[in-house]
C-alpha cells in the first residue's frame, strides 16, 4: 500500500493505492495517527486506487475516525472504487463514503509555506478577569519543619496551585508523604516522595474539592483572560519554557502572570522530591552527594511526544527584588519562574480557542499521571541539559491582579 | 552456602586503564538457591564470577564455600567444589574429542586417572541415559567429536558435564549469550530443569532481563563494582523486567546526579 498526502485548505488528502488489509492496517494507521499529532484535523482519504478493503483495514478506519472526533475533527472516504463502496455499505459504514470532494476544499495546495509571526496565535477569553495569589505556606528549602507548619488547602473549581505537600487524610497531616504538587482547576497531581512512585491525583468531582497539607504552596484563585496556541512554523520547531513564560507576560500586558500550559512534550528538565522535606527537623544544607538522598534529577530530557500540564506563575522584575519562591531565569534577564509539570500519555487537542476546564479534563479523566516535575532551567555549559520545552499545544494565562502592596512576597 | 565478604579487586592499579571492577562487594548465597547477577556492561558481574571461580587472585576480602575458606585457593582446586559454564560454547569441551569422551572426563573429575579403559559398556549406558534427557538426538552420536556440533548442542552438553558430579556451586556466565533465541531459550529451560532436579547452588550472570525474572529465585543487580539492588524472597516474586528496566535508569539517573546538578537545584529549588 501507498498513501501520499496534500494540504488542501484545512484537509489534508491522503491518496492511497493498493490494499487496506491486515499487512497494511497498522501502517496506515501509524501515519495516519501522525498527520493528526501534527494538527491535522480534518482529513480526507482518496480511496480511487485502494483495491482491497478488508475488516482488519475497516477497523484501523473507525480507530482513526475515533481520533479525529476526540479533537472535533471531520473524515471522509472520496472516490472509492465500487468493491470497496460494496464492502462499506453492506458493513454498515457507509456514512463515511463521499463521491465528490467537499465544496469547500481548495482547488491548490495551499498552506504549504512558512506561516508568518512567531507561531503563537493569541485568543482573548475575557481581558478584565485575572487571579488573586496567596502564599499560605511559606516553607523554603532546606528549612527546618514543624508538623504544626504544614496548612490545610482546599482547592476550588477555580484554583491554579503549585507546592509541597501531602493529601489530607484521616489522621493529621503526614510529614513523611510532602511532596511536590500541582493543582489545575482544583485537580490535583501529587507526587509521593518515592523515587518509583507514580504521582496519584484527585479530582475536582461533583461535590468533592481535593485537600492538601501543605508545607509549600503557591495559591491562584481567578479566571483565566487568554489562550495561546502554539503550533511548529517553518523552521520553528519546539517552544521554550521562558519563551511561553515571556509571552504570557507581554500578552496579559502584566509585570505577574500565572499559566497552563497542555502541549505535547519536545523534551522536559527537571527534578522531585524523593525524601520528604517535612522529616527535616534541623535546617540542612543540601550539599552533593547528600543531596541525592532528597532529590531526583531528570539525567536527560525527558518523556518526548508525551503531554505536560504545567502550572507556573511568571515575574519580570529588576534582579533586587526577587519575588517570594521563584528562581531567576538564566536565559531571560528579569524573568522570574516557579513551575510544576505533570506528564500525561499522549492524546490528540482540539484546535483553535478551547477551553481550559474540558481540554484538561480529558487528560485527567484518561490514563494516569506518568511523572510529576518541579521544572529548572539547566544552563551547565556542555552537560547542561537546556530548558523544558514543547511541541504544539495551548497556553492559558491571566494576569495576577492583587494590588501592589497587596502581594504576599515577604 | 557461598559467603563473600568486602571483595576487592583492581586491574592494572596505578595506570590510566585503572578498572576498579570489584568494590567491595558482600554478598551471601544460601544453599539451593539460585541467583542472577545482572547489571550495565562492566559492572563487575562477570568479574564477581571470576573471582568466585579462582580466575585471578582478589586483592582484598574473603570467600567461603561451605565451610571451607576459598580465598586464597587455586583455580584448579576450586574446580572440584565448583561447576562452571562459558559464554562461548567453544569453551568448556574438548572440541576433537568425542561426546562421549568429554562426559568421561567430567565424570571423574578430582579422580585419580589411570590408563584403563575409561567409557566401559556401562558407562556408555550411563551417559547415553543422562544425555538423552537433553531431548536433541545426540545419544546417538556420542562418537562423534564435540566440534562437530551446533554451539547450543555443546553449550547443552557443557551444562551437563558441569553439574554431571552435583558441584557445590554451579557458575553461569551468560551461558545463553552466544546462542539463537530458540536455542538459548531450551539451554535456559534446560538450566532450569537442571537446578531443580538436583537442587544446585547456582549463580547465573544474563544480560536478558526476562531470564532473571523467570529462571532464579534471586536477582541481584550490579553496577560500578557494586551490589546496587537485591531482590530476594517476595520482592523476587514480585519484580517484573519493567521493574528492573526501572532500576537501571535509576541507578544511571544516579550517575548523572554530580556536584554541578546539585548546586543548579540549590538555586533553582525554591
Given at each position: 500500500m501507498?498513501?501520499s498526502?496534500?494540504?488542501r485548505g484545512?484537509?489534508?488528502?491522503?491518496?492511497?493505492?493498493?490494499?487496506?488489509?491486515?499487512?497494511w492496517?497498522?501502517h496506515f494507521s501509524?501515519?495516519?495517527?501522525?498527520?493528526i499529532?501534527q494538527?491535522?484535523?480534518h482529513?480526507?482519504?482518496?480511496?480511487?486506487?485502494?483495491?482491497?478493503?478488508?475488516?482488519?483495514?475497516?477497523r484501523s478506519?473507525?480507530?482513526l475516525?475515533?481520533?479525529?472526533?476526540?479533537?472535533?475533527?471531520?473524515?471522509?472516504?472520496?472516490?472509492?472504487?465500487?468493491?470497496?463502496k460494496?464492502?462499506?455499505?453492506?458493513?454498515?459504514f457507509?456514512?463515511?463514503?463521499?463521491?465528490?470532494?467537499?465544496e469547500d476544499?481548495?482547488?491548490?495546495?495551499?498552506?504549504?509555506?512558512?506561516?508568518?509571526?512567531?507561531?503563537?496565535?493569541?485568543?482573548?477569553?475575557?481581558?478584565?478577569?485575572?487571579?488573586?495569589?496567596?502564599?499560605?505556606?511559606?516553607w523554603?528549602?532546606?528549612?527546618?519543619?514543624?508538623?504544626g507548619?504544614?496548612?490545610?488547602?482546599?482547592?476550588?473549581?477555580?484554583?491554579?496551585?503549585?507546592?509541597?505537600g501531602?493529601?489530607?487524610?484521616?489522621t493529621?497531616?503526614?510529614t513523611?508523604m510532602?511532596g511536590?504538587?500541582?493543582?489545575?482547576?482544583?485537580?490535583?497531581v501529587?507526587q509521593?516522595?518515592r523515587?518509583?512512585?507514580?504521582?496519584?491525583?484527585?479530582?475536582?468531582?461533583?461535590?468533592?474539592?481535593p485537600?492538601m497539607?501543605?508545607?509549600?504552596?503557591?495559591?491562584?484563585?481567578?479566571?483565566?483572560?487568554?489562550?495561546?496556541?502554539?503550533?511548529?512554523?517553518g523552521?520553528?520547531?519546539?517552544?521554550?519554557l521562558?519563551?511561553?513564560?515571556?509571552?504570557?507576560?507581554?500578552?496579559?500586558?502584566?509585570?505577574l502572570?500565572?499559566?497552563?500550559?497542555?502541549?505535547?512534550?519536545?523534551?522536559?528538565?527537571?527534578s522531585y522530591?524523593?525524601?520528604s522535606?517535612?522529616?527535616?527537623?534541623?535546617?540542612?544544607?543540601?550539599?552533593?552527594?547528600?543531596?541525592?538522598?532528597w532529590l531526583s534529577?531528570?539525567?536527560e530530557r525527558?518523556?518526548?511526544r508525551?503531554?505536560?500540564?504545567?502550572?507556573?506563575?511568571?515575574a519580570?522584575?529588576?534582579?533586587?527584588l526577587?519575588?517570594?519562591?521563584?528562581?531567576a531565569?538564566?536565559?531571560?534577564?528579569?524573568?522570574?519562574?516557579?513551575?510544576?509539570?505533570t506528564?500525561?500519555?499522549?492524546q490528540?487537542?482540539?484546535?483553535g480557542?478551547i477551553?481550559l476546564?474540558?481540554a484538561?479534563?480529558k487528560?485527567?479523566?484518561?490514563s494516569?499521571?506518568?511523572?510529576?516535575y518541579?521544572?529548572v532551567?539547566?544552563?551547565?555549559?556542555?552537560?547542561?541539559?537546556?530548558?523544558?520545552a514543547f511541541?504544539?499545544?495551548?497556553c492559558w494565562?491571566?494576569?495576577?491582579?492583587n494590588?501592589?502592596?497587596?502581594?504576599p512576597?515577604? | 552456602?557461598?559467603?563473600?565478604?568486602?571483595l576487592?579487586?583492581?586491574?592494572?592499579?596505578g595506570?590510566?586503564?585503572?578498572?576498579r571492577?570489584?568494590?567491595?562487594?558482600?554478598?551471601?548465597?544460601?544453599?539451593?538457591?539460585?541467583?542472577?547477577?545482572?547489571?550495565?556492561?562492566?559492572?563487575?558481574?562477570?568479574?564477581?564470577?571470576?573471582?568466585?571461580?579462582?580466575?585471578?587472585?582478589?586483592?582484598?576480602?574473603s570467600?567461603?564455600?561451605f565451610?571451607?575458606?576459598?580465598t586464597?585457593?587455586?583455580?584448579?582446586?576450586?574446580?572440584?567444589?565448583i561447576?562452571r559454564v562459558?559464554?562461548?560454547p567453544?569453551?568448556?569441551?574438548?572440541a576433537?574429542?568425542t561426546?562421549?569422551?568429554n562426559?568421561?572426563?567430567?565424570?571423574r573429575?578430582?579422580?585419580r586417572?589411570s590408563?584403563?579403559?575409561?567409557?566401559?559398556?556401562r558407562?556408555?549406558?550411563e551417559?547415553?541415559?543422562?544425555?538423552?534427557?537433553l531431548k536433541?538426538?545426540l545419544e546417538?552420536?556420542l562418537?562423534n567429536?564435540?566440534?562437530t556440533?551446533?554451539?547450543g548442542q555443546?553449550?547443552?552438553?557443557?551444562?551437563?558435564?558441569?553439574?554431571?558430579?552435583?558441584?557445590?556451586?554451579?557458575?553461569?556466565?551468560?551461558?545463553?549469550?552466544?546462542?539463537?533465541?530458540k536455542?538459548?531459550?531450551?539451554?535456559a529451560?534446560?538450566?532450569?530443569?537442571?537446578?531443580?532436579?538436583?537442587k544446585?547452588?547456582a549463580?547465573?550472570?544474563?544480560?536478558?532481563?526476562?531470564?532473571?525474572?523467570?529462571l532464579?529465585?534471586?536477582?541481584?543487580?550490579?553496577?560500578?563494582?557494586?551490589?546496587?539492588?537485591d531482590?530476594?524472597d517476595?520482592?523476587?516474586?514480585?519484580?517484573r523486567v519493567?521493574?528492573?528496566?526501572k532500576?537501571?535508569?535509576r541507578v544511571?539517573?544516579?550517575?548523572?546526579?554530580?556536584?554541578?546538578?546539585?548546586?543548579?537545584?540549590?538555586q533553582?529549588?525554591?
Amino acid at each position: 500500500m501507498q498513501l501520499s498526502h496534500q494540504k488542501r485548505g484545512r484537509y489534508l488528502l491522503v491518496t492511497t493505492s493498493g490494499r487496506l488489509d491486515a499487512a497494511w492496517a497498522d501502517h496506515f494507521s501509524k501515519s495516519m495517527q501522525e498527520h493528526i499529532r501534527q494538527g491535522e484535523h480534518h482529513l480526507l482519504l482518496d480511496a480511487a486506487g485502494m483495491e482491497f478493503l478488508s475488516s482488519a483495514g475497516i477497523r484501523s478506519i473507525v480507530q482513526l475516525i475515533k481520533s479525529v472526533k476526540s479533537v472535533n475533527g471531520s473524515f471522509q472516504l472520496v472516490k472509492a472504487n465500487d468493491f470497496v463502496k460494496q464492502t462499506l455499505t453492506m458493513t454498515g459504514f457507509g456514512g463515511w463514503l463521499s463521491d465528490d470532494l467537499p465544496e469547500d476544499i481548495q482547488e491548490l495546495k495551499s498552506d504549504q509555506g512558512i506561516e508568518p509571526g512567531d507561531g503563537f496565535e493569541t485568543f482573548k477569553l475575557d481581558e478584565s478577569v485575572g487571579l488573586m495569589i496567596s502564599i499560605p505556606a511559606k516553607w523554603k528549602p532546606w528549612q527546618s519543619f514543624r508538623e504544626g507548619d504544614a496548612v490545610r488547602i482546599r482547592f476550588q473549581k477555580n484554583s491554579f496551585a503549585l507546592g509541597i505537600g501531602s493529601p489530607v487524610q484521616a489522621t493529621d497531616a503526614d510529614t513523611s508523604m510532602m511532596g511536590e504538587f500541582l493543582a489545575v482547576a482544583g485537580n490535583t497531581v501529587h507526587q509521593p516522595p518515592r523515587e518509583d512512585e507514580d504521582p496519584d491525583f484527585l479530582l475536582a468531582e461533583k461535590e468533592y474539592l481535593p485537600e492538601m497539607h501543605c508545607m509549600q504552596a503557591l495559591h491562584c484563585n481567578g479566571e483565566m483572560s487568554h489562550v495561546l496556541r502554539f503550533a511548529p512554523s517553518g523552521k520553528k520547531l519546539y517552544f521554550g519554557l521562558g519563551e511561553i513564560a515571556e509571552k504570557v507576560l507581554t500578552v496579559t500586558n502584566s509585570e505577574l502572570a500565572a499559566f497552563v500550559i497542555l502541549a505535547e512534550i519536545d523534551g522536559l528538565v527537571g527534578s522531585y522530591i524523593i525524601k520528604s522535606p517535612g522529616q527535616i527537623h534541623q535546617g540542612q544544607k543540601m550539599e552533593f552527594p547528600g543531596a541525592r538522598e532528597w532529590l531526583s534529577f531528570c539525567g536527560e530530557r525527558m518523556y518526548a511526544r508525551q503531554q505536560a500540564l504545567v502550572f507556573g506563575i511568571a515575574a519580570r522584575t529588576p534582579d533586587d527584588l526577587k519575588p517570594a519562591l521563584m528562581s531567576a531565569s538564566g536565559k531571560y534577564e528579569g524573568l522570574f519562574l516557579h513551575s510544576h509539570a505533570t506528564v500525561f500519555p499522549y492524546q490528540p487537542m482540539e484546535a483553535g480557542k478551547i477551553n481550559l476546564k474540558d481540554a484538561t479534563w480529558k487528560f485527567f479523566n484518561g490514563s494516569p499521571p506518568l511523572a510529576l516535575y518541579h521544572l529548572v532551567e539547566d544552563l551547565r555549559p556542555l552537560t547542561g541539559l537546556g530548558e523544558s520545552a514543547f511541541i504544539r499545544g495551548a497556553c492559558w494565562c491571566a494576569p495576577i491582579i492583587n494590588g501592589k502592596e497587596d502581594l504576599p512576597w515577604e | 552456602m557461598l559467603k563473600i565478604k568486602e571483595l576487592c579487586k583492581t586491574f592494572s592499579p596505578g595506570t590510566v586503564n585503572e578498572v576498579r571492577a570489584l568494590r567491595g562487594v558482600t554478598l551471601e548465597i544460601q544453599e539451593g538457591s539460585f541467583t542472577a547477577v545482572i547489571g550495565t556492561n562492566g559492572s563487575g558481574k562477570s568479574t564477581l564470577l571470576n573471582a568466585v571461580a579462582g580466575s585471578f587472585e582478589a586483592d582484598s576480602g574473603s570467600m567461603e564455600l561451605f565451610g571451607r575458606i576459598i580465598t586464597n585457593w587455586p583455580e584448579h582446586k576450586r574446580a572440584l567444589l565448583i561447576g562452571r559454564v562459558f559464554q562461548n560454547p567453544f569453551a568448556g569441551t574438548a572440541a576433537g574429542m568425542t561426546i562421549a569422551e568429554n562426559i568421561g572426563m567430567a565424570m571423574r573429575r578430582g579422580q585419580r586417572w589411570s590408563l584403563r579403559t575409561a567409557i566401559t559398556k556401562r558407562v556408555r549406558e550411563e551417559i547415553s541415559d543422562k544425555v538423552k534427557t537433553l531431548k536433541m538426538g545426540l545419544e546417538d552420536r556420542l562418537d562423534n567429536p564435540i566440534g562437530t556440533l551446533s554451539g547450543g548442542q555443546r553449550q547443552a552438553l557443557t551444562l551437563l558435564m558441569a553439574t554431571w558430579l552435583k558441584p557445590q556451586l554451579l557458575l553461569l556466565d551468560e551461558h545463553t549469550a552466544a546462542l539463537d533465541p530458540k536455542t538459548a531459550a531450551k539451554v535456559a529451560e534446560l538450566t532450569r530443569e537442571i537446578i531443580t532436579r538436583e537442587k544446585l547452588t547456582a549463580m547465573m550472570v544474563t544480560h536478558s532481563m526476562q531470564q532473571a525474572v523467570d529462571l532464579p529465585d534471586r536477582i541481584i543487580m550490579m553496577h560500578k563494582g557494586n551490589i546496587v539492588e537485591d531482590y530476594k524472597d517476595e520482592m523476587k516474586a514480585r519484580a517484573r523486567v519493567s521493574d528492573l528496566i526501572k532500576a537501571f535508569e535509576r541507578v544511571q539517573k544516579l550517575d548523572l546526579f554530580d556536584s554541578s546538578v546539585a548546586e543548579l537545584l540549590e538555586q533553582q529549588y525554591v
